[in-house]
């Protein structure tokens, strides 16, 4: 096979830090190429450097592109050449149609005139590809994740796709969501288009991958092929630098009395009154227990969770939340927080962080109380609690002074952990707290888990990744259209037994 | 002033690679304030053959701007909390109004008046918040209505009269002066050595005392930030800042001092301004601001209550409109249907300038104070050298575009 792409000793430095240090990757002709790291290791860096994201000039290095040398000086200049990316947050305009979304810069138009019968007919042809029936004239934030992933997919099929890039696709799919996508990454290569994926889902990528190149701190350090057989221990070594032999941590828990208890929750969607979105929810949780929440995308999860956090989420909210055995009100945000409850958003962009912050700005923001004194102040206690998340948490940054914008995917969720953790809650619920996440962060995630509930602290986790949960977990709730349907204790949770409860209502 | 003392060592990088180009491309924009500051008049001092810094017209470009920077103050927090105000002209004219009614009219005493307009003030901004925190009425579009209706009441309330004039008391407020309370010979043995006429020995002395106390502060937060590991300003960069601004300060107390002294303004301003600059950067409600307008739903999940804290920041705005108002009426010694009129864009302009974002989340009192000062003095010398209103309404109009391109610039070239 020849080789498509060559990136040659790309170096690329933002103030404070070499986010490259020499990376040289190749990728063959109609191929899947995965790239795997940990968070920070420069995996998007390195893509956004081929797209012309940064600009050539802005890093050093050569690339060549069909034997041809290239540098791009900004992303059509990329996409001109058939290489196309679909970066790690989504790029479509929620309140247009998918057609218009798809061909949104590259409309069908003559003389500046839309034609709209065929910007349908070609995004039908274009839906009809990647496999999603949805009319071309729905609008995009009707659909869920899964269905906008695809359709991002068609946008960069209707451009003449030579070489595609899909930045952590999978990251917010549900498992049959992301098996679809994989099913058509397969399907693209055999149709000729080569690609390069990045994800932390290391059986997705042996799933797919024909090469991985796996990069560590802005090196490269190995490179893979499939048909010498892909193991995903051997992938961890190189991503981590060293042996992981556990996925989880070990854990010996003792959960004792009940430390929260929700009783007949009800909530109705903030928008359509009429329709119920938690249905008579009670569950608990002991202290010194990870609970799970287990559930197929909409089922209600982050929303029971969000509206027992304040009425973040929902009206008409009822129910009763117990800690310690009496009554608390949780009607708003800072009341919940006082009381002891803490959330970890799923949505740690939008609903986490202020992205033109620091990290110490985001740490101390939900308890500010703890670094004032009188409503002043205290900016060096500030730097200290920061500093001491950075340690604790290992969040890879020069300094607690950068702005959050600038961490990687994993590294801001560390910060918005770091953030609740500071809040010192009772009981903290975390929604997805893995996404997107490497498998040695993760460790150090449920670590961080374990020793909350060793501490005596009740943890409620959200997660779609059911390994995860079974992982974790002492006691998993399934809900299904907002309704908790069943509960399966620690030793008798499986994949099949929790699908089967979801199913069976 | 502290223009680039960044006591948040917010945008500073570690130990590696801390070049001095490197600390100036991020803290280009505070630099580049200063920069055009003294660019600007060093320009018109020459221009104007010294007419500029004349003790006079030094006393004058303080009075004069004193409303717009006392503005200013407020709109910087609301343009923070992702808001903004364009009423304040009209409520500033209207409350000028209100005084001049009160007290000229109805024979009311100046104090119940002036506490009576600034709790008018207060509720007013209190009124336009109330929509635009807890209906969320675009904030555009509530104070652009309230500039109609305060425009309109304050024609209403002066019949379309100018009213006037002030008691001599009220007046002061504007255009008093601090008297010295040093003994006359100090001063007259100061002026006897400078060759000057007289010289107010307060004055020169409270300029004295700011400047060093810039100066401490300066030095203790570099300490602190040394002990913490923290990569501070370039120290060359650090101490010609410091003596730029340590001397500009006293330069302009000292010419202040060969004419009649401090300002009561200058008081007013200086105190309002070290207030606002310690509420927005040192305290929990300021930084509760800054993430209301940096991504407020996040704000929200964090357990802050952003609905009044926007409300606070118009009603805020309300009082110190109102305050602007009672100065600018007190300077005029009348209050004219016309006060105030399109004076919400020199404030909004002066924040923009100062390097707030449009989008929320991001300035500093400090900068809008700067930016208020380089409008008036662009006023000021454009003024003094006899251009056209027309010429120089497109002058400023120029610079608040270069100023804010320069931002989008310079946030581009960090990205
Ligand atoms: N604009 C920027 N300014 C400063 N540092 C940056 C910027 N963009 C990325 N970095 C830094 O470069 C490094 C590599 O980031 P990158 O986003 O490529 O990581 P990644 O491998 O994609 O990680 P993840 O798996 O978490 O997405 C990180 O340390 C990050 O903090
Ligand atoms: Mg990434």
Not at chain 1, 435 to 443: F, W
């Amino acid at each position: 096979m020849t080789t498509l792409l060559e990136m040659r000793e790309i170096t690329k430095e933002f103030p404070g830090v070499r986010a490259l240090d020499r990376v040289s990757i190749a990728v063959k002709q109609g191929e899947i190429h995965a790239i795997c790291g940990e968070n920070g290791a420069g995996k998007s860096t390195l893509m956004k450097v081929l797209s012309g994201v940064y600009p050539t000039g802005s890093y050093e290095g050569e690339m060549t592109f069909e034997g041809e040398p290239i540098a791009f000086r900004d992303i059509s200049d990329s996409e001109a050449r058939g290489i196309i990316i679909i970066h790690q947050e989504l790029a479509l305009v929620p309140q247009l149609s998918i057609a218009e979304n798809i061909f949104l810069g590259n409309e069908r138009a003559k003389r500046g005139v839309i034609d709209w019968r065929e910007t349908n007919t070609r995004t039908e042809e274009l839906l009809a590809k990647v496999g999603l029936k949805e009319p071309p004239t729905t609008k995009v934030d009707a659909i869920g994740v899964g269905k906008q992933q695809l359709v991002e997919i068609a946008k960069a099929l209707s451009k003449d796709v030579k070489l595609l890039i899909l930045d952590e696709p999978t990251a917010a799919l549900q498992e049959n969501d992301s098996r679809k996508l994989l099913d058509l990454m397969l399907e693209l290569k055999a149709q000729g288009v080569t690609c390069i994926i990045i994800s932390h889902k290391l059986g997705e990528v042996r799933y797919v991958a024909d090469t991985v190149t796996v990069i560590r701190d802005g090196m490269t350090v190995s490179t893979l092929d499939a048909s010498e057989g892909l193991s995903e221990d051997r992938i961890v070594r190189d991503m981590v630098g060293r042996d992981m032999t556990h996925r989880f941590p070990e854990h010996h828990r003792k959960p004792a009395e009940v430390l929260m208890e929700v009783s007949g929750w009800n909530a109705w969607h903030p928008q359509h009154a009429e329709r119920q979105v938690i249905k008579n929810a009670s569950f608990t949780v002991r202290r010194g227990e990870v609970v799970g929440i287990a559930g197929v995308m909409g089922s209600g999860r982050t929303e029971l969770a969000m509206s027992i956090f304040g009425q973040s989420y929902g009206r008409n909210i009822s129910g009763e939340v117990k800690l310690g055995g009496k009554p608390v009100d949780v009607s708003s945000v800072d009341k919940a927080i006082h009381a002891g409850i803490s959330y970890v958003t799923e949505d740690r962009k939008s609903l986490g962080l202020v992205l033109d912050e620091t990290i110490r700005f985001n740490t101390t923001l939900a308890h500010l109380e703890g670094v004032s004194s009188g409503g002043i102040l205290n900016r060096n206690e500030e730097t200290r609690v920061a500093e001491r998340y950075r340690d604790a948490l290992n969040i890879r940054t020069p300094s607690v002074f950068q702005k959050t914008i600038n961490l990687s995917g994993g590294n801001q969720q560390k910060v918005v952990l770091a953030k609740w953790l500071n809040t010192a809650p009772e009981v903290l619920i975390l929604d997805e707290p893995t996404r997107g996440i490497d498998v040695g962060a993760k460790y150090e995630i449920y670590t961080i888990i374990n020793e909350l509930a060793a501490e005596g602290k009740g943890v409620v986790m959200i997660s779609s990744e059911m390994p995860e949960l079974i992982g974790m977990c002492d006691r998993i709730y399934v809900m299904n259209e907002g309704a908790l349907v069943g509960e399966l204790a620690a030793g008798e949770a499986s994949q099949e037994k929790i699908m089967s409860l979801i199913v069976n209502e | 002033m502290a223009l680039a003392q960044s006591d948040d060592i917010a945008e500073k990088q570690s130990d590696s690679g801390k070049s001095v180009r490197e600390y100036l491309s991020s803290h280009l924009r505070e630099y580049g304030l200063l920069f055009a500051l003294i660019a600007i008049m060093v320009f018109f001092q020459v221009v104007t053959d010294g007419t500029l810094l004349r003790a006079v017209n030094i006393t004058n470009l303080l009075l004069q701007n004193s409303y717009i920077i006392i503005m200013a103050l407020g709109m910087l927090v609301v343009i923070v909390s992702g808001n903004i105000d364009l009423s304040v002209g009209s409520v500033m004219g209207f409350i000028g109004a209100l005084a001049a009614v009160m007290m000229v009219h109805f024979d009311q005493p100046m104090y119940v008046t002036v506490v009576v307009c600034l709790i008018t003030g207060a509720l007013i901004g209190a009124a336009q918040g109330y929509w635009v925190a807890y209906w969320k009425i675009p904030s555009f579009i509530v104070t652009l209505a309230g500039m109609l209706v305060f425009r309109g009441l304050s024609l209403w309330l002066l019949e379309g009269q100018s009213v006037g004039p002030f008691p001599r008391e009220f007046q002061v407020i504007a255009n008093g002066f601090v008297p010295d309370i040093f003994p006359p010979v100090i001063g007259e043995t100061i002026a006897g050595i400078f060759a000057e006429r007289q010289v107010n020995t307060l004055a020169l002395a409270a300029g004295i005392l700011a400047a060093a106390s810039l100066v401490w502060i300066g030095l203790r937060q570099r300490a602190r930030n040394r002990a913490y590991g923290i990569v501070d300003e370039p120290r060359g960069f650090f101490i010609a800042r410091n003596a730029i601004v340590a001397a500009a300060i006293i330069f302009i107390t000292y010419k202040l001092s060969t004419f009649r002294g401090l300002p009561n303004v200058l008081i007013t301003m200086g105190v309002l301004t070290v207030v606002y600059a310690f509420l927005t950067q040192n305290t929990t409600i300021g930084r509760r601001v800054y993430a209301l307008g940096g991504n407020e739903k996040a704000a929200k999940l964090s357990g802050i209550k952003t609905e009044r804290l926007t409300f606070l920041a118009f009603m805020n705005m309300g009082f110190l409109a109102a305050a602007a108002g009672l100065v600018f009426a007190a300077r005029l010694n009348t209050a004219t249907p016309k006060a105030g009129f399109a004076l919400e864009l020199d404030v909004i302009a002066a924040v923009f300038i100062g390097g707030a974002s449009m989008s929320g989340g991001v300035g500093r009192i400090i900068g809008a104070v700067v930016g208020a000062f380089l409008m008036g003095v662009l006023n000021n010398g454009m003024s003094i050298m006899g251009i056209g209103i027309d010429y120089q309404q497109m002058i400023k109009g120029l610079v608040l575009l270069a100023a804010v391109v320069f931002d989008v610039y310079n946030k581009r070239k960090q990205g």
